[in-house]
Nanobody, 114 residues
Framework: QVQLVESGGGLVQAGGSLRLSCAAS????????MGWYRQAPGKERELVAT???????NYVDSVKGRFTISRDNAKNTVYLQMNSLKPEDTAVYYC????????WGRGTQVTVSS
């Protein structure tokens, strides 16, 4: 019922910025809990940021002060603004929607060069 499509990834130099988008199909986006996760080669997937249906946000310590998660319910879209990027941020970034069960996008690659 739900499909998620991430976009906005790419290659950027350390200190640069990227804005990721996740567009959701279906009718449950407005009342759903959303999150961004990332997975680097050889590592397990980790939580990056979450946002509730009313806009309450949380972040993993390593991105606090650099990343901002937001949502536009009218557009069924969640965003991740990433500033002051570091090589350690290199990973595939995934969007997740939670409503009773989890729905995942296919991911978008973010590569940060030194």
């Amino acid at each position: 019922q739900v499909q998620l499509v991430e976009s906005g990834g790419g290659l950027v130099q350390a200190g640069g910025s990227l804005r990721l988008s996740c567009a959701a199909s279906g009718s449950i986006f407005r009342i759903s809990f959303m999150g961004w996760y990332r997975q680097a080669p050889g590592k397990e997937r980790e939580l990056v940021a979450t946002i509730s249906s009313v806009g309450t946000t949380n972040y993993v310590d390593s991105v606090k002060g650099r990343f901002t998660i937001s949502r536009d319910n009218a557009k069924n879209t969640v965003y991740l603004q990433m500033n002051s990027l570091k090589p350690e941020d290199t990973a595939v970034y995934y969007c997740k929607l939670h409503k009773f069960i989890d729905y995942w996008g296919r991911g978008t690659q973010v590569t940060v060069s030194s």
